[in-house]
């Protein structure tokens, strides 16, 4: 009789199949390359197939291998699935709970959140894991974070989504601007400005330029950034103008600076935050529970 594939021998499998190298796929299991090296072989062993093709500075998986490794991610979600149903019968908002955040939210949000989180359901256990959109979300297919605060719209398939409020950007500009004779600013008045953007993989740069409806072509993008603090003090030393969600100036981002924001005269130029988890998860109730927590706290 063909013995059974365990749990830990699929997780190595698709481990490797999302590195293609051993000593990664054995660190992000926490085991040693020849423990993972040896679950491998004995799951071909058992399934009578090779699922890995080894070669001197490349691992590459068989095409039944990627099809065994899509089946063994179900698997290991629905397991997964199966422990937080069990985890939903103990009281609301407790147990573990693996959050991703987005960078451009993370930092101004996150640290009093946090703290009232913890002194309101004391045993919530929050493991926090600090990515851009695109990795998140894989990893949010993969089981790997239970639900995701991020900027809305972004594309996914197999989630539910709970947007939570509406986060305005504001124009950062150097304390001696033009612009600073006027109390707010149209998007007209960006044509032809010298616009700091953060680089390609930011969702805050996609969902700026779509609230104001500008195309980048039609702005002069100086430099481009990793951060908004490298942003920040771009503009400060005058190299140009930026936008700013309002949830990074009320957390004190142009503190030490003499950068002046204007607001915009239209009320929709915002991005959404909000969570978004898998269509599949049985803790569906307590991450609404927990859009709702942080809905009003920072409201």
Known sequence: MMHLPSLKQLKYLCAV??????????????????????????????????????????????????????????????????????????????????????????????????????????????????????????????????????????????????????????????????????TSVSIDSLGGSELLLLEDGHCLRDHALEACKLNPRDLRVPYQATSLTTIVQMVANGIGITLLPQMAVNARILSGTQIRTLPFDDAHIARTIGLMWRATSPRQTEYRMLGDFIRQFYL
């Open 17 to 182: 199949a999302e590195h293609r190298h051993f000593g990664h796929a054995a660190k992000a299991c926490h085991v040693s390359q020849s423990t993972l090296s040896a679950g491998i072989q004995e799951l071909e062993s058992q399934l009578g197939t090779g699922l890995v093709e080894r070669h001197n500075k490349q691992v590459m998986m068989t095409p039944l291998g990627e099809d065994i490794c899509r089946q063994a991610q179900s698997i290991l979600l629905a397991v997964d699935d199966l422990m937080a149903t069990c985890e939903t019968q103990a009281a609301p908002l407790s147990g573990r709970l693996r959050l991703g955040v987005i960078p451009t939210v993370a930092p101004y949000i996150l640290p009093k959140l946090l703290n009232q989180l913890r002194r309101t359901h004391p045993q919530l256990r929050v493991f926090i894991r600090e990515e851009m959109s695109r990795p998140l979300t894989e990893a949010l297919h993969r089981g790997e974070l239970d639900v995701l605060l991020l900027a809305l719209p972004y594309p996914a398939n197999g989630v539910n989504l709970m947007p939570l409020f509406d986060d305005r950007f504001v124009l950062a500009v150097p304390k001696d601007h033009a612009m600073l004779a006027q």
